[in-house]
Nanobody
Framework: QVQLGESGGGLVQAGGSLRLSCVVS????????MGWFRQVPGKEREFVAS????????EYEDSVKGRFTISRENAKNTVYLEMNSLKPEDTAVYYC???????????????WGQGTQVTVSS
């Protein structure tokens, strides 16, 4: 019953910025850790960033540290990914993901959004 909807992707030149949004419906947003993943053809979907239920803690993949910022606004049931200083290698489909736990090294009760395309031109 929980659904995630991403938006904000598009085409941008290298060095530019985009803000992705993910709206969660059908569940209690504050119960979910939220994150962003990305995938390009022929490669595994990879972790980009995550943020705790309270918004207090966040984590980033090394290649985006200092450039991307994840945040959440619980009153709007929304998680964001601010993407700055974009590089062509950031081009991918970006997916929003929520999960209620991470037990024994595995995500628990997770749900994925449909994805939004980000294309960075050189």
């Amino acid at each position: 019953q929980v659904q995630l909807g991403e938006s904000g992707g598009g085409l941008v030149q290298a060095g530019g910025s985009l803000r992705l949004s993910c709206v969660v419906s059908g569940g209690t947003f504050s119960e979910y850790v939220m994150g962003w993943f990305r995938q390009v053809p022929g490669k595994e979907r990879e972790f980009v960033a995550s943020i705790s239920r309270s918004g207090t803690f966040d984590e980033y993949e090394d290649s985006v540290k200092g450039r991307f910022t994840i945040s959440r606004e619980n009153a709007k049931n929304t998680v964001y990914l601010e993407m700055n200083s974009l590089k062509p290698e950031d081009t991918a489909v970006y997916y929003c993901r929520g999960w209620r736990g991470f037990f024994y090294g595995a995500y628990s009760d997770s749900v994925w959004g449909q994805g939004t395309q980000v294309t960075v031109s050189s």
